[in-house]
């Protein structure tokens, strides 16, 4: 086989099975075909490197699991900040240290593998729940208690009721579950680093549509965040009824 069709038949196989093959490439006295070994060792490596990062985010989960906790649910947030649209949050039940590669904090994760980690996170996961709380009850009684409106839904969303929370810095004082808030949960977690996924890719879908009933203001693009383009729609358009008045109060 040429190296060309070595690669194309090793790519079509599961990453365990390419894997395996590293030895037997290196062997071949070409050098393409050892430099294709270089690429997978590298490869490999990597996603090693990843699992161990895994590893570490299960180690809060893991500490409950130890306590006789089993349905362990991690909650985060997204939308708190933006100058429209709903704040949305998410609940997520994973299977006990369950591996998805590059699940982490959904701000340092680029939008594209977002989307895809969004379906590998349903797909995997024992329970998503989502709560939404649209701009209207955020101007009524305010983001903070929006924030905690929309992560009791998320709860409430649960087709099961979890045994205990971990929550991404904030308590839940009116639920009748045991919880820990985590600052910074979402880099420390991934119960809650898998939630802050399915809260933002969620609400991410959900401004995206405000473009077709509202053009001109590209929400698309900021997500309703208040970015100088933002504004400058809301000076010449006026605001519309997805916007938060309460956070508008100088325009």
């Known amino acids: ?85 709903p704040v949305v949050a998410s609940a997520v039940i994973l299977p006990k240290n369950k591996i998805i590669l590059g699940v982490d904090d959904s701000k340092k994760i680029p939008e594209k593998r977002r989307e895809k980690l969004f379906k590998e996170i349903y797909n995997s996961a024992l329970y998503v729940g989502v709560g939404i709380v649209d701009n209207r009850i955020i101007d009524q009684i305010n983001i903070f208690n929006a924030t905690k409106l929309a992560m009791k839904r998320a709860i409430y969303d649960l087709k099961i009721k979890p045994d205990f929370l971990l929550i991404d810095a904030l308590e839940l004082a009116d639920i009748n579950i045991k919880q820990r808030s985590i600052v910074k949960g979402d880099s420390k977690s991934i119960s809650i680093a898998a939630a802050s996924i399915i809260a933002k890719v969620t609400r991410d879908n959900l401004v995206r549509e405000y473009d077709r009933k509202y053009p001109g203001y590209n929400f698309s693009k900021h997500k309703g965040y208040g970015t100088k383009e933002h504004y400058e729609a809301i000076n010449k358009y006026g605001v519309t009824p997805v916007h938060r008045k309460s956070f508008l109060k100088n325009i």
């Not at 040429?2 to 790519?11: G, R, T």
């Not at 037997?24 to 490596?45: F, G």
């Not at 500490?63 to 997204?78: M, Q, S, T």
């Open 1 to 85: 086989m040429s190296c060309k069709e070595i690669e194309k038949y090793i790519n079509n196989l599961d990453e365990k099975d390419r894997f395996s093959y590293i030895d037997i490439l290196n062997q071949d006295s070409r050098k393409s075909v050892r430099k294709y070994a270089l690429k997978l060792e590298k490869k490999q490596e990597s996603i090693n490197k990843e699992i161990k990062r895994l590893e570490e985010l299960w180690q809060i989960e893991g500490r409950f699991f130890d306590l006789g906790y089993n349905l362990i649910a991690g909650l985060d947030e997204a939308g708190r900040g933006p100058l429209a649209g």
